[in-house]
Nanobody, 123 residues
Framework: VQLLASGGGLVQAGGSPRLSCAASGRTFSNYDMGWFRQAPGKEREIVAGIARSGGVTYYADSVKGRFTIPRDNVKNTGYLHMSSLKPEDTAVYYC?????????????????WGKGTEVTVSS
């Protein structure tokens, strides 16, 4: 499956941008989806994950209550709705698709990755 992430850019602290991840090539609803991010000089980390059916979600503690990860399997698109952004949210955000085996929310099962979209939060 090919993934195309969009929606990043320069955002002021407190802003509420929305990232999109458009999937093509295979049936999107067959895959769990995740959003990961990598800040300069840091390891890639999971931000949020959602099961293929949409019934189960996961959020990193750092974004819990501020981000949501809806998906629309009819439109073959996943989203990351961000709010109350902080400068520490500055990173390149990647969407991914695959399987979060046993709800481990690990990147190991993510077989497909988008190119990433950069989010820069100014204070």
């Amino acid at each position: 499956v090919q993934l195309l992430a969009s929606g990043g850019g320069l955002v002021q602290a407190g802003g509420s941008p929305r990232l999109s991840c458009a999937a093509s090539g295979r049936t999107f609803s067959n895959y769990d989806m995740g959003w990961f991010r990598q800040a300069p000089g840091k390891e890639r980390e999971i931000v949020a994950g959602i099961a293929r059916s949409g019934g189960v979600t996961y959020y990193a503690d750092s974004v819990k209550g501020r981000f949501t990860i809806p998906r629309d399997n009819v439109k073959n698109t996943g989203y990351l709705h961000m709010s109350s952004l902080k400068p520490e949210d500055t990173a390149v955000y990647y969407c991914s698709a695959g399987s979060f085996y046993g709800r481990t929310w690990s990147p190991d099962g993510m077989n497909y990755w988008g190119k990433g979209t950069e989010v820069t939060v100014s204070s």
